[in-house]
């Protein structure tokens, strides 16, 4: 697990932004797209540098981390809205090419095997961005979820229901249900770039990097990915020990393993 310390959310984005570009400029390239306000600022610099024509996603594929059920797909807080209006437009990426799960489907299930199959049809995920919650859940694995789970449907804990209404009218409004990847399907992915900013994410990024790996803190199984790298502000880094052997670590990486900055 690498982690990287940077001075602020602005610095996370660009860093992030640059790992996710380069990855997503391989041909075939296929991207594991979360939504949440974490990655906001990734998608914001991935779109300036489209616009810029430093960068070309019209060929990238993209499944999304999740999805509620319950809501249409026309509700602007269903995920598949989410990913069309902050990622599929602004970073130009063919509709056609990015898929999120169907939470309307009748057969829930079968929705379920099938995303699983497109994933696997298309190669596997290159790169997984990922947000964290503060109870430590990625997707919509929450506490408790398998670590060998696959996309699948989900009851939303209490938490994220109260985390979540802020995009909502009222907490009662936000679905009890959703579909996730599941855990197993994250750990297949070839990287996975979490990213999270402020200090109402400090003790799950604590717990994510440095507690024991369980499945009460789903992100943790991150600690076995075979290349996960953790992307945070000084603020979500305020609760982990070994801080300032990450920051040495970044700032003496050698040149060569660097991504280099999006321009
Ligand atoms: C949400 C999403 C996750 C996200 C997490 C954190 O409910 N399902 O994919 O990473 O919770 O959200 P945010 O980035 O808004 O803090």
Not at 7 to 35: F, H, I, M, Y
Not at 175 to 186: N, R, S, W
Not at 234 to 246: F, H, I, P, Q, T
Request: charged share 20%; net charge negative; with cysteine.
């Amino acid at each position: 697990m690498e982690v990287i310390i940077l001075s602020d959310a602005a610095q996370v984005a660009r860093v992030a932004a640059a790992v996710v570009a380069e990855v997503a400029a391989r041909p075939n390239a296929v991207l594991g797209l979360a939504t949440g306000s974490s990655p906001l600022g990734i998608y914001r610099e991935l779109a300036a540098a489209v616009e810029r024509g430093a960068l070309d996603l019209s060929t990238t594929r993209g499944f999304a981390l999740d999805e509620y059920v319950g809501i249409p797909e026309e509700h602007p807080q269903s995920y598949a809205s989410v990913i069309r209006g902050e990622v599929i437009e602004p970073l130009g990426m063919d509709p056609a090419l990015v898929r999120v799960p169907d939470g309307r489907a009748r057969d829930i299930e079968a929705a379920c095997d099938e995303y699983e199959a497109a994933i696997r049809a298309a190669g596997g995920i290159d790169l997984q961005i990922l947000g964290v919650g503060a109870n430590g859940h990625i997707g919509f694995n929450e506490p408790t979820s398998s670590f060998a789970s696959r996309t699948r449907i989900k009851t939303l804990a209490p938490r994220t229901r109260e985390d979540n209404a802020r995009f909502f009218d009222s907490v009662e409004e936000v679905p009890t249900h959703c579909l996730t990847q599941g855990l197993g399907t994250i750990m297949e992915s070839r990287c996975a770039l979490l990213v999270a900013q402020g200090e109402a994410k400090a003790d799950a990024v604590a717990a994510v990097v440095e507690g024991p790996v369980t499945s009460v803190v789903p992100g943790s199984i991150l600690q076995h990915h075979r290349r996960a790298t953790i992307v945070v502000d000084e603020a979500a880094a305020s609760g982990l020990r070994l801080a300032d052997y990450y920051r040495w670590t970044y700032a003496h990486k050698p040149e060569w393993q660097r991504v280099p900055p999006l321009v």
